[in-house]
């Protein structure tokens, strides 16, 4: 896992106020006992403090309420069906390039719209654009799976 799931993970973990030993934590972690020591200053440098139990059966107590989204801890597995729209989106944000695509809307109907995209986004459990759209005059998110059909513009944006 990355540094920050394990740092999170760390924190749930000792949120529910059980005493974890460094070395049970950094078996369940998958990392060495001096990265759990890290771990708990680098979470002391956010502001949780977490008490220090000494002696032979001590260990890393959290003595106070955080609330860690579960969401952040799982990663939700996110499917795309049409990875060339996706990398046609990443090749317009990083060039600021326009776009024009053609979008279905929850009503099935297709709307025809030159947007700018600035970048992706996750939307639910699916991938997203956020974009602004010339159509409507504003900032919109698109479901990527919604997008029929892509074309990227040789127009720039700022």
């Known amino acids: 896992m990355s540094k920050i799931s394990n ?3 760390m924190i749930e973990l000792l949120s529910i106020g059980k005493k974890y030993s460094i070395q049970e934590l950094s078996e369940k972690l998958e990392v060495s006992p001096r990265m759990i020591r890290i771990y708990k200053d680098e979470i002391e440098m956010a502001g949780i403090y977490i008490d220090t139990i000494k002696g032979p059966y001590g260990g890393y107590v959290l003595n106070q309420n955080i609330n860690v989204p579960k969401r952040f801890i799982t990663p939700i597995p996110l499917k795309i069906k049409n990875k060339s729209t996706y990398n046609t989106f990443n090749r317009a944000i990083k060039e600021k390039r326009k776009c024009f695509i053609e979008y279905y809307s ?23 654009i956020a974009a602004y759209c010339e159509l409507k005059s504003e900032i919109r998110h698109f479901y990527i799976n919604r997008i029929k059909s892509i074309k990227l513009l040789e127009n720039f944006f700022n």
């Open 106 to 128: 929850k009503d099935k109907t297709i709307s025809k719209r030159t947007i700018h995209p600035y970048d992706l986004i996750i939307l639910g459990n699916e991938w997203g």
């Open 7 to 9: 740092v999170l993970t």
